[in-house]
Structure formats: structure tokens, C-alpha cells
């Protein structure tokens, strides 16, 4: 489909009324090139879509030319396509190219020096656009950023592969589920004039209708197109429908007694049948059925609904060709689900139908293979109706015990832990054990016997504390506010804090890109290094701004917020410095002139 | 802090909330119980490791220490003939209640509480097996916790009326990491029962589990510069009852420490590895988590087959 790249045959003309020169349209992202065929021919074109304001294309029509007009601000440029599809797909890679040159900007192209030509497809253009929109702050610093000539638009988004990816990826996981209701089952349309009923069928309804009724996939397998077409098959099909809505059994046992075909679509379904024996084969035997006897209505004539008309005069032939509405929703409702098995969701009805039966085969061999259950069965049987006498008594299955020992989950290694805190060593305590607690006794004696000393506290010691107090409780009042859990950055004005914030995202992506290109081997790092640094230059008088600009009582807690922002542009520019020193000298240069 | 919660008059308990009281379940935070507003119950932690308080880190005496804490308390019973308060005893290797106000003869309240703490230190060297331990250990912190915790719930089933309690540490004592956990988990469970925790730090570093637990809690933390002053600290800071705090300035921390502790080694860690079905923290990375036994890094397709296969009957 389109990718980054299109080369078509075309031929180019200036006019439309030009016979045109034959040659090779080829169109990357940011401009088209067109070589003729005839090497001394003088139409070359290589124009760049930055150029390009607008397109216009010729309408469709078999006689008619494919034509497409690239408009510049004057002239254009018309060629001329073998076929439409072409000129399609050549349209359609304009239209993106046209708009993405415009949201990009003149300055890109000029700075930006590309390492290869942008390979890019239209559905990662719409990846990224959309994710612009949807991230406000992503668009800001992609505005400030690329569209300012800083970083061009790979490196911009080479840093964020994984969202992109995660976006296209978590698109493809959610499929879309069966429909819950039964849409073949739709009454025809019928124009009352003539004898004619119209029936519709979309791919979805034969995706259903091959997903319910097995015995008509097989069919659909075996006759088409061997014995008949597509067409035929389904017209016999929504015969047999018919014949059904009409509840008249003995007309459908007579056509299905003349046509072979049709009786396959008017007899009950073999394959499902023989799908639901397997089934119970495969139920437990120590199931209980005896208990919901009671509960089973299946095997009630007209599972125990009132059934207008009991025919119990049919004959024995006509059974074959009773079917019952609620079979039928019953296996709707089991098929939904059960969900969709298969991915194809276009496609022809072969595929389809043989998809579904490869899906149904792989399944049929899983279970062959998988002979392990069969043994476990049997086991759980035995266990479950064991008859002791019969067997040799086995020990109950046990499990040793394991308790954890919880002083393991509380105080395991706090001797390696605490030989490892920076105070003990300081502070190695100066008696032993049974010394330190006989100083604790003495001082309890000794209380018990002077008593409580007189005063308690003396008063200046009392007014410092006092002062010490007031102090600290004024001063920090007013720059922490009454809620420890607050911010500084709540107290600021709302433009301030999101410039701030800004910057802030902004020097991260800066330094990212900085910090990347070195060691500097290549002169589009080179570049790059200083286009980055002129840019972080720029930041440093507006985050000196910033902090002049609040006020006095909180601009100490701003410095400190914006202090490690400075840092880190100190630190890139050292050493941006310190390396062109070194390639200075290392390029030979001496001062002084010295030659 | 939440003691705008806890300023109701005595006229609102009445029938309403008798009723609405009976029938809550125990493990909703509780609110507004007391009868009046400045009647507190204060649990004191004094900590009496006596390595801390015989070594050099000790800025003074333990006898000037206690004399001033129990000048405090007295005033705290001074104060309202409702309180109570009750003292908890932190000590190496055990904790223990050493004085209760509420039994106990009114005249001789601290001879009581001298004589318990010599036998509750007495006891505490008993249980002292292996000495050869040539460094500060830090006190059980965890345990006194959890014992001023288990009293405040008795109090507060006790009956409708009772004072609103808070919980006041007097530490000096480092943290002991290998008590991050249990730490923790009494601070929580104090949050959840709207219990502050104030803590006084008495020693030369500062505490960054206390720092925490005056933080999550809504309390008070408090490094007194000039320590001969204590009881004019306590006085003016630890002795406001919760009601009055609602309108009084008290000192608050500049910053908090929240480092965190390693569950494997105890170290103090900034950055980690954390499970994610029970949030432990690791400094490593390791393959199970020790703590609930989660595996880590399960591949995601071992997870859908094991589905398919128990979706045939």
C-alpha cells in the first residue's frame, strides 16, 4: 500500500492538452522527482512538496485520462497515469505529504540535516499527529522544540518509539466480538407485485452461518465450485430457508426427495450432532444426573413449551426434516460465545470457510493428542467411586507443613543491617550492658530519693525556649503554609507554575539529546550539540526571570525548586567548554598566532 | 490534621449518636466520641534504653530527664480532672504499661511510676541474653506502639464517653531498621483511628521513622534545641489537647526523611524494587517475592494457555 516511497510510470505534461513526456514519477516525503525516460530529455523535475499548496485531480471515467495537477503558488504540474489506482495512490501520498510540510514549516527543511531519507509510512504520520492532539503538553514541546528549528523530527520522536508502539499494539490486541443476534435468520424482502423474494447476505452472515451450521461449511467445501457456483449455492440455501419459515414439512421432505443439494441444507445437521455426542462422552461420569432429572426439558417434545400443533400423525419420514427454533438459538448463543476462532474478517467465502474448518481440525487433533486426559478421567473416576474393599487402602495425599518463621520477616540480619548504619560507629557506647543498666537504676534511685528538682526549669531557660519557639513557628508560617502536605509550587500563580513546568520538561529533553551525541564523532552531531546548547543558553536568563518575577517571601523556596534545573545546564555547558577546548587544541590551533 | 473533626459540643451526643454508635462496625474509623472537647488520654513512650542513655549521644542526664517529663504529666492531670494519661515503657528488650492515672492512689503517683520502671528495668535486663553487644541497639519502638495502640482500642470500646487520645513519643534512641515494617504498620493503623502520634526527639540525629509517623498521622515533631528546657517544651507544645490544636500554631518539621527500608537487608534505600501484589520494597531484584510469594516476570502467553486449555470440558 503506500509506503514511504511512491514510483510510478507517468507521463508529465504541462498543459492538459500536451501529449506528454514519458518517464518516473517518484514521490518520497518531502519531494517528488521525475525522470523521463528519454536521458537527453530536459523535463527533470525534482520540486519540493513544500511547494506544493495544492492538488487536483481529473474524474474517473474509462475513457478518460488519470490525471493529476500539482499546484505550486504559480504553474502546475500535471501528470498523466496509466490507470487510476495510480493515480490514487499517488493522490493520496500528496495529500499527506502537502499537509505534513505544511505543519513542519520552512525551517526544518533548511537546518535539519538527515542522517537517510525519512522512511516513513502515512500510518505512522497518523500515529504521531494523533498523539500530538492527544497530549497537550506533548504538542507544546513539540512546538517549541521542532518547529523551532532546535530538534528535527526523528530525533523528537526516536525518544518516544515506545509510545507510539504501544498505541498501534494495543489497538490490534481488542477484537471485535460475534454479533449476538441471529442476522441470517432475517425475513427476506418481498415485493408483493411479483412471485420474487430478495434475500441479502453480507460476509459477517456467512461468517455466522458457517460458524453455526457445520453440516453447510462441509457443503460449501465439497460443492463449490466443483458442482456448483457460489451463486447457486446460495440460492439453494435460502431456499431451504424458506421452505423452514414456512413450517411446511411435507413440502420440504418432497423437494428434498427430488434435489440432492437441497436436502442437505433441509436435514438436521449431522456434524453437530455428532459434535454434541462427543461432548457428552466426555462429561464426567460421577456427575450427578439423576439429580436434575427434573430439570431436563429437552427431552420433552417442544422442550415443554405449548406447541400450537402436535403432528404426531407425521410419518417416520418427515423426522429428519423437523427443526426446532430453539436448537437453533441455543447453538447461536453457544458460537457467540465462544467468541470469534478465526482473524480473517474479509475475504472471500472459501477462505472463510476453510479457515473454519483448519481451525476445527486443529482443535479435533489437540484433543486426539491429548490422550493424558483420558488417564486423568479414569483416575478421577476411581477416586471418586472407590470401592474399598476392592483396592488397597492408600494414604491420604499430604502436604508437609511449612510455617515461616516470622522472626524472619521482622528482624532477620539487623546485626549485618545495623553494623552498616553510619552512627554506630560513632557512637560506641562507653560501658557494657550490665553497666549502662546499672547507671539506669542509679539514676532512678537517686530520683526517688532527691525527689524532683526545684524549679524545674529556670526561667530565662524558659523565655529562650519560648523565643527559640515563636521564632520558628512565625517563620515557618508563612513559607510552608498551615498544611505540611502542600506544595510550593500550588502557591504560585497558575502562568508562572506552568512555565515552569515547562521549562522544566524542556531541559529534560534538551539535556536527553545532549547528553546522547557525545562522544561527538560525526559533524551532524557536532551540529546538533550547538544548535542544543544555543537553545538551553536561551532557557537560563527566562528561569532567572521567573524567579525575580515572584515574590520576596517565596522566592526562596522557588530558587530552590529551580536550582537543580541550573544545575544541570551548568553541568552540560561545562561541559560543552571543556570538549571545545579539547578540540581545539587537539586541531592544532596555538595561540597566539604560533604557526 | 483532624482534630476539626473532633470539635463537637456535649449536646450533639445525645440520642443520635448513642444509636448510630451501637450498630457501626469496629473497623471504621471512629469520630467525635468524647464527651467534652479538651479532655485527652495521653500515652507516653518514654524511652529508657540504657545503652542510649549511659553513652555520650545523651544530651542530658536520664534523672533530669524523667523529673522533667513527670513535672509534665502531673500538669497534664492538672490541667483536667477528667484526663488520664498512661505511660508506656520502651526498653531494649521488652516494653511494659508503667503507670496508669486511672488506678492507682492520687497522692503517691510518682513513687508508683519510680518503682514500676525499676522493676520493668530490672525485668528488661533479665532478658538480656546475649551481651556481647558493643553498640547502641535501638528500642523496641514498635512494640510500645503497638501497645499504646491496643489500649487506645480498648478505651475505645469502652463506652460512648471517653477522652480523645494521642500518643506522645519521647525518643532518643536510633531507628532500628529491622523495625521499618512493624513500625509502619502502627502508624497506619493509628492514621486509620485518627490517633496523632507526637514525637520529642531527644537524641542527636534525627528520627526519620518518627518524622513519618508525626507526618502521616497529623501530629507533632519536635527536636528541642535547649534540652534543659524540656519541660517548657512539653508544656508548650506536647501539652495542647487536640481540640485547642485547631487553632493553635505548633512547630512544624521542615522536611520529611521517607526513605524507606529493604525488607531483605534492612538497608535505608532511596530507590528499589517493589512487588506488586503487596507493595514490599526490595534493594535487588529478585526472582520471588519473599514477602507473599508473587513471581515476578511471568511471561504473558503461560497465562493464556493454561486458559484455553481449561476452557474444553
Request: a neutral charge.
Amino acid at each position: 500500500m503506500t509506503d514511504a516511497q511512491v514510483v510510478k510510470r507517468a507521463k508529465y505534461k504541462s498543459s492538459v492538452k500536451d501529449p506528454g513526456v514519458r518517464g518516473i514519477l517518484k514521490m518520497t516525503r518531502e519531494r517528488f522527482v521525475f525522470m523521463p525516460n528519454d536521458p537527453s530529455s530536459a523535463m527533470k523535475l525534482n520540486v519540493e512538496f513544500r511547494l506544493i499548496k495544492g492538488h487536483k485531480s481529473s474524474k474517473e471515467g474509462s475513457n478518460r485520462p488519470a490525471l493529476l495537477n500539482l499546484t505550486p503558488d504559480q504553474g502546475n504540474y500535471i501528470f498523466e497515469f496509466e490507470n487510476f489506482s495510480d493515480r490514487e495512490l499517488c493522490r493520496d501520498f500528496v495529500a499527506k505529504a502537502v499537509t505534513f510540510s505544511g505543519e513542519v514549516g520552512g525551517p526544518t527543511s533548511e537546518k535539519a540535516v538527515p542522517l537517510k531519507d525519512e522512511q516513513l509510512s502515512s500510518a505512522e504520520m497518523e500515529r504521531r499527529i494523533k498523539l500530538l492532539q492527544e497530549d497537550s503538553e506533548l504538542q507544546k514541546l513539540h512546538k517549541q522544540l521542532v518547529i523551532g528549528g532546535v530538534l528535527s523530527e526523528t530525533e523528537f520522536w526516536a525518544t518516544r518509539k515506545k509510545l507510539l508502539d504501544v498505541n498501534a499494539s494495543r489497538k490490534a490486541k481488542q477484537r471485535v466480538g460475534l454479533k449476538s443476534e441471529m442476522i441470517f435468520n432475517v425475513k427476506p424482502s418481498s415485493d408483493g407485485q411479483s412471485n420474487r423474494v430478495t434475500f441479502n447476505l453480507t460476509p459477517e452472515m456467512i461468517h455466522q452461518i458457517f460458524a453455526e451450521k457445520p453440516a453447510v461449511q462441509q457443503a460449501y467445501l465439497n460443492f463449490v465450485p466443483n458442482k456448483m457456483t457460489e451463486k447457486d449455492f446460495w440460492t439453494k440455501y435460502w431456499r431451504a430457508q424458506y421452505l423452514h419459515s414456512t413450517k411446511n414439512i411435507v413440502a420440504a421432505a418432497a423437494e428434498a426427495a427430488e434435489d440432492e443439494e437441497l436436502a442437505v441444507f433441509l436435514k438436521q445437521d449431522a456434524i453437530l450432532a455428532s459434535e454434541t455426542r462427543r461432548k457428552i462422552r466426555k462429561v464426567d461420569p460421577t456427575l450427578d444426573m439423576e439429580a436434575d432429572e427434573g430439570d431436563d426439558y429437552t427431552h420433552i417434545p417442544g422442550h415443554g413449551l405449548a406447541s400450537e400443533d402436535i403432528k404426531d400423525e407425521l410419518e417416520a419420514q418427515y423426522e429428519p426434516y423437523k427443526r426446532s427454533f430453539l436448537q437453533d438459538i441455543n447453538r447461536h448463543a453457544a458460537v457467540v460465545l465462544e467468541g470469534r476462532t478465526i482473524d480473517v474478517e474479509t475475504g472471500d467465502t472459501r477462505s472463510v470457510a476453510e479457515a473454519l474448518a483448519s481451525s476445527k481440525r486443529v482443535e479435533l487433533a489437540k484433543e486426539a493428542s491429548d490422550g493424558n486426559a483420558h488417564q486423568e478421567r479414569l483416575d478421577r473416576v476411581t477416586r471418586m467411586a472407590e470401592i474399598e474393599d476392592l483396592q488397597a487402602p492408600c494414604d491420604p495425599p499430604v502436604a508437609p507443613l511449612c510455617i515461616k518463621d516470622p522472626r524472619d520477616y521482622f528482624d532477620s540480619q539487623q546485626v549485618n543491617a545495623l553494623n552498616q548504619l553510619p552512627g554506630t560507629r560513632q557512637m560506641k557506647s562507653v560501658l557494657s550492658t550490665s553497666e549502662a543498666y546499672g547507671s539506669l537504676r542509679a539514676y532512678i534511685s537517686e530520683i526517688r530519693t532527691v525527689g524532683l528538682s526545684d524549679p524545674i526549669v529556670r526561667p530565662e531557660v524558659a523565655f529562650k525556649v519560648f523565643n527559640s519557639l515563636t521564632q520558628n513557628i512565625s517563620s515557618s508560617k508563612y513559607q510552608l503554609g498551615k498544611n505540611p502536605h502542600e506544595s510550593i509550587l500550588d502557591t504560585l500563580p497558575s502562568v508562572t507554575k506552568e512555565e515552569l513546568l515547562l521549562h522544566w520538561t524542556s531541559i529534560q529533553e534538551l539535556l536527553k539529546h545532549f547528553w546522547s551525541s557525545y562522544p561527538i564523532t560525526t559533524s551532524y552531531l557536532y551540529t546538533k550539540v550547538s544548535r542544543l546548547r544555543d537553545a538551553m543558553s536561551q532557557i537560563y536568563p527566562k528561569l532567572q526571570e521567573i524567579k525575580e518575577s515572584v515574590q520576596s517571601d517565596s522566592r526562596h523556596q522557588v530558587s530552590l525548586l529551580v536550582q537543580p534545573m541550573l544545575q544541570a545546564l551548568d553541568a552540560a555547558f561545562a561541559h560543552y567548554e571543556l570538549e571545545q577546548q579539547k578540540r581545539s587544541a587537539k586541531s592544532g590551533e596555538k595561540p597566539n598566532g604560533y604557526v | 490534621m483532624n482534630a476539626k473533626g473532633f470539635c463537637h459540643t456535649t449536646d450533639k451526643i445525645g440520642s443520635t449518636r448513642k444509636s448510630v454508635l451501637k450498630h457501626k462496625p469496629s473497623m471504621t474509623p471512629v469520630s467525635s466520641k468524647q464527651y467534652a472537647d479538651d479532655v485527652s488520654l495521653l500515652m507516653v513512650l518514654l524511652d529508657t534504653n540504657p545503652l542510649f542513655w549511659s553513652s555520650t549521644a545523651a544530651p542530658l542526664s536520664f534523672s533530669k530527664f524523667l523529673s522533667q517529663v513527670i513535672s509534665f504529666l502531673n500538669s497534664i492531670l492538672l490541667l483536667n480532672q477528667l484526663n488520664q494519661v498512661m505511660v508506656i515503657a520502651t526498653g531494649l528488650n521488652s516494653c511494659d504499661y508503667v503507670y496508669d492515672s486511672s488506678s492507682g492512689p492520687t497522692n503517691q503517683r510518682v513513687e508508683t511510676l519510680l518503682q514500676k520502671l525499676q522493676e520493668f528495668v530490672v525485668k528488661d535486663e533479665e532478658l538480656n541474653k546475649d551481651d556481647s553487644v558493643d553498640r547502641i541497639g535501638s528500642s523496641l519502638l514498635s512494640g510500645s506502639l503497638s501497645m499504646a495502640l491496643c489500649y487506645i482500642q480498648r478505651v475505645f470500646r469502652s463506652g460512648l464517653l471517653h477522652p480523645q487520645p494521642r500518643i506522645l513519643c519521647m525518643h532518643g534512641s536510633q531507628d532500628g531498621p529491622g523495625q521499618y515494617v512493624a513500625i509502619m504498620n502502627s502508624i497506619f493503623s493509628a492514621q486509620r483511628s485518627m490517633v496523632p502520634i507526637d514525637s520529642c526527639v531527644i537524641g542527636s540525629q534525627h528520627s526519620a521513622f518518627l518524622q513519618q509517623a508525626s507526618y502521616i498521622t497529623g501530629g507533632v515533631y519536635l527536636k528541642p534545641q535547649q534540652l534543659d528546657g524540656l519541660f517548657q517544651y512539653l508544656t508548650t507544645v506536647f501539652g495542647t489537647d487536640l481540640h485547642s490544636r485547631s487553632f493553635l500554631q505548633l512547630p512544624k518539621p521542615v522536611g520529611v526523611d521517607f526513605r524507606a527500608s529493604c525488607f531483605c537487608h534492612k538497608n535505608t534505600i532511596d530507590m528499589g524494587y517493589i512487588c506488586s501484589v503487596c507493595l514490599s520494597i526490595f534493594c535487588k531484584h529478585h526472582k520471588k517475592c519473599s514477602t507473599c510469594g508473587s513471581a515476578f516476570g511471568q511471561p504473558q502467553t503461560s497465562v493464556s494457555t493454561s486458559n484455553q486449555k481449561r476452557k474444553a470440558p
